[in-house]
């Protein structure tokens, strides 16, 4: 019973510490970076974008970030024909474990492993998941630390894309 209650208030701790912003440096526009897919191969992001692009910070064992998943689909659907574009930056351990996730999970787009230049040129940040809307000016428009909401983001999409 004790190992119960210890386990769900360590689960309680990192949920909540998942919804703070945790920051070296919020940055305001992305800058161009360079990584390998998840299937193999190098790019770079300005290679992947999209005219609106939501990088999306992930992990096949982040229970938010599986969360997420059915949200992005959509937008996905709603918004690519529009120049939208979702590229994804996994934080597995391996470009193996994040390339069986990205295939078990029918993840569609875009798909990087993580590396230092990336993290340090989105800020940082020390918590996943973590959303960053970019407008056609590379722009940061919204970070969304935890899971996103879903309604808001439609906007600020469409509003981007109109632009």
Request: proline letters at 4%; a positive charge; glycine letters at 8%.
């Amino acid at each position: 019973m004790a190992g119960l209650f210890l386990l769900l208030a360590v689960f309680a701790v990192c949920f909540t510490a998942c919804r703070q912003e945790y920051f070296q440096t919020a940055p305001s526009k992305v800058i161009n970076f360079k990584g390998k897919l998840v299937e193999g191969g190098i790019s770079h992001y300005n290679d992947e974008k999209g005219i609106v692009t939501l990088i999306v910070l992930t992990a096949s064992w982040c229970p938010g970030c599986r969360a997420e998943l059915p949200h992005l689909k959509q937008l996905d659907s709603e918004f690519r024909d529009s120049g939208f574009k979702i590229v994804m930056i996994s934080e597995d351990d391996t470009p193996r474990i994040a390339s069986k996730y990205k295939k078990s999970a029918g993840i569609p787009w875009t798909m990087f492993h993580w590396n230092y230049d990336m993290m340090n040129a989105l800020g940082n940040p020390g918590v996943i998941p973590v959303s960053y809307l970019v407008n056609a000016q590379d722009s940061i428009v919204k970070i969304d630390v935890g899971e996103f909401d879903e309604k808001v983001m439609r906007k600020l999409i469409g509003k981007a894309l109109k632009q």
